[in-house]
Nanobody, 124 residues
Framework: QVRLVESGGGPVQSGGSLRLSCVVSGYTYNNYFMGWFREAPGKKREAVACIDTDNTPTYADSVKGRFAISQERARNTLYLQMDSLKLEDTATYYC??????????????????WGQGTQVTVSS
């Protein structure tokens, strides 16, 4: 059974940094891509960034230049380095995986497995 567990969220001041981690377990094959998503109260879940199996990243415009997605396949771990955090980055952050080698941030439907989420709260 595939399982995703996020960690690293918490309170942070505006302009600060956080690093999220997501440990993936249960896969019996390697062709799966990964991504980070977030959901703020009253808003739809949106993509933040995703990464292909060959380490090619894709970012939402709202986080370009501030966030960096990376992965360590040997450790089955996905990361999201978040710098220059803004109040509007406050949300529950989820990691997710989907079958294949190429990810996209334009639809959530191709992501099959999701973590339980980790809360990020940015304050002024």
């Amino acid at each position: 059974q595939v399982r995703l567990v996020e960690s690293g969220g918490g309170p942070v001041q505006s302009g600060g940094s956080l690093r999220l981690s997501c440990v993936v377990s249960g896969y019996t094959y390697n062709n799966y891509f990964m991504g980070w998503f977030r959901e703020a109260p009253g808003k739809k879940r949106e993509a933040v960034a995703c990464i292909d199996t060959d380490n090619t990243p894709t970012y939402a415009d709202s986080v370009k230049g501030r966030f960096a997605i990376s992965q360590e396949r040997a450790r089955n771990t996905l990361y999201l380095q978040m710098d220059s955090l803004k109040l509007e980055d406050t949300a529950t952050y989820y990691c997710a995986t989907g079958d294949g080698t190429r990810c996209t941030i334009h639809t959530l439907r191709i992501y099959n497995y999701w973590g339980q989420g980790t809360q990020v709260t940015v304050s002024s």
